[in-house]
């Protein structure tokens, strides 16, 4: 009998069976549409696979703790391949607009891609030391002037339009990127609270619900940044990216875009 059919026949049989003798069956629970399975479960994330909560966040800290640091004048020429345009080599992929732009336009001038700190370097005072604040997942090319537009600010929705910023929306208190990049960003933060928990002599970083956290070692919102993960699943070019820092740079791994239901199973 083919293995469907046999599934099928026993949950009648089962069913049929708790009818006859009067009782209940429990709820079955279905596995969440959002579970993943990796190449790495069985080897780099095998003491983390199956667990939840604080035991799950404890055993990811340990594993991506593992990590090869690189300077911060190194941080250019690597995103220059980790955020490559998978269409053209000569250029990177910029966050929050989207734009395609020339490699060689790396810099601090109007048309120029700089460093975003995704988590605000101010955000615990890391600054660009190497550690937090050369950590390559959540380093990525930026327009100069959108850049400076989103500034420390902390993650929520609404506001007004940037200028070039490829829909992403500003306001006083809070930056909301394009689309397509909102759960890059959810995964980027939720890695860096992670990988950061205040035992190498950096701030612990931790997610909260506010905005305006300052110079505290905080970034809101988690129920937004949540929200972003769900809705806005890890594409190819950030899986790409994930594996460009893990194979060629810092040997570590964002979980979050191997296990994007680890989020809801942590947080």
């Given at each position: 009998m083919p293995a469907t059919q046999k599934r099928r026949w026993r949950t009648l049989a089962v069913a049929t069976s708790a009818v006859l003798v009067g009782i209940t069956l429990p709820t079955?629970?279905?596995?969440?549409?959002?579970?993943?399975t990796t190449a790495y479960d069985s080897t780099y994330y095998k003491n983390a696979v199956g667990k939840t909560g604080t035991s799950?966040?404890?055993?990811?800290?340990?594993?991506?703790?593992?990590?090869?640091?690189?300077?911060?004048?190194?941080?250019?020429?690597?995103?220059?391949?980790?955020?490559?345009?998978?269409?053209?080599?000569?250029?990177?992929?910029?966050?929050?607009s989207g734009v395609s732009r020339a490699k060689s336009l790396n810099g601090g001038d109007v048309g120029d891609w700089n460093r975003e700190h995704t988590w605000a370097k101010s955000h615990g005072n890391f600054g660009e030391v190497t550690g937090p604040g050369t950590d390559l997942h959540h380093l990525r090319p930026a327009d100069v002037q959108v850049n400076s537009i989103r500034g420390n600010l902390d993650f929520d929705n609404g506001g007004s339009t940037v200028t070039?910023?490829?829909?992403?929306?500003?306001?006083?208190?809070?930056?909301q990127p394009r689309a397509a990049d909102r759960g890059d960003v959810a995964r980027m933060i939720?890695?860096?609270?992670?990988?950061?928990?205040?035992?190498d002599g950096f701030a612990n970083l931790e997610p909260n619900e506010q905005v305006n956290n300052g110079s505290n070692p905080y970034m809101g919102?988690?129920?937004?940044?949540?929200?972003?993960?769900?809705?806005?699943?890890?594409?190819?070019?950030?899986?790409?990216?994930?594996?460009?820092?893990?194979?060629?740079?810092q040997h570590n791994r964002n979980p979050f875009i191997d296990h994007p239901e680890w989020v809801e199973a942590i947080w």
């Amino acid at each position: 009998m083919p293995a469907t059919q046999k599934r099928r026949w026993r949950t009648l049989a089962v069913a049929t069976s708790a009818v006859l003798v009067g009782i209940t069956l429990p709820t079955m629970t279905a596995t969440p549409a959002s579970a993943t399975t990796t190449a790495y479960d069985s080897t780099y994330y095998k003491n983390a696979v199956g667990k939840t909560g604080t035991s799950l966040k404890s055993s990811l800290h340990t594993i991506i703790s593992s990590q090869t640091k690189i300077s911060y004048s190194a941080v250019w020429n690597a995103l220059m391949a980790t955020d490559q345009d998978p269409n053209n080599s000569n250029n990177v992929i910029l966050l929050y607009s989207g734009v395609s732009r020339a490699k060689s336009l790396n810099g601090g001038d109007v048309g120029d891609w700089n460093r975003e700190h995704t988590w605000a370097k101010s955000h615990g005072n890391f600054g660009e030391v190497t550690g937090p604040g050369t950590d390559l997942h959540h380093l990525r090319p930026a327009d100069v002037q959108v850049n400076s537009i989103r500034g420390n600010l902390d993650f929520d929705n609404g506001g007004s339009t940037v200028t070039n910023g490829g829909g992403s929306l500003v306001d006083s208190d809070s930056f909301q990127p394009r689309a397509a990049d909102r759960g890059d960003v959810a995964r980027m933060i939720l890695y860096m609270a992670v990988r950061y928990e205040g035992d190498d002599g950096f701030a612990n970083l931790e997610p909260n619900e506010q905005v305006n956290n300052g110079s505290n070692p905080y970034m809101g919102k988690l129920s937004v940044l949540k929200a972003w993960n769900e809705a806005d699943p890890p594409s190819a070019f950030e899986e790409r990216r994930n594996q460009v820092i893990y194979d060629t740079y810092q040997h570590n791994r964002n979980p979050f875009i191997d296990h994007p239901e680890w989020v809801e199973a942590i947080w």
